[in-house]
Nanobody, 115 residues
Framework: QVQLVESGGGLVQAGGSLRLSCAASGSIFSIDPMGWYRQAPGKQRELVAAVISGVSPNYADSVKGRFTISRDNAKNTVYLQMDRLKPEDTALYYC?????????WGQGTQVTVSS
């Protein structure tokens, strides 16, 4: 079994920053890719950012230049640094990780950005 635990969500004002963390634990051999999805009320879930070892990260157009994804392979952890947050970034953010052909999801961490 693989578990993903997110942390770092919260309430911030527009223009502020948050850093999300996701630590994977369990039966892990390799993790590729790791990334973040988000879902706002009434909207479809969307991919925010993803990273594969040895490959440049991918970002949704809406967050390019503001969000940065990184990973610490030794700790099986992925991060999402979110800067210059906007109200439209408000959503439940989910960590995702692919481990041996299976996709695992965290339970989500709420990010709320006030106007």
């Amino acid at each position: 079994q693989v578990q993903l635990v997110e942390s770092g969500g919260g309430l911030v004002q527009a223009g502020g920053s948050l850093r999300l963390s996701c630590a994977a634990s369990g039966s892990i051999f390799s993790i590729d890719p790791m990334g973040w999805y988000r879902q706002a009320p009434g909207k479809q879930r969307e991919l925010v950012a993803a990273v594969i070892s040895g490959v440049s990260p991918n970002y949704a157009d809406s967050v390019k230049g503001r969000f940065t994804i990184s990973r610490d392979n030794a700790k099986n952890t992925v991060y999402l640094q979110m800067d210059r947050l906007k109200p439209e970034d408000t959503a439940l953010y989910y960590c995702v990780a692919d481990v041996r052909f299976q996709r695992y999801w965290g339970q989500g961490t709420q990010v709320t950005v006030s106007s």
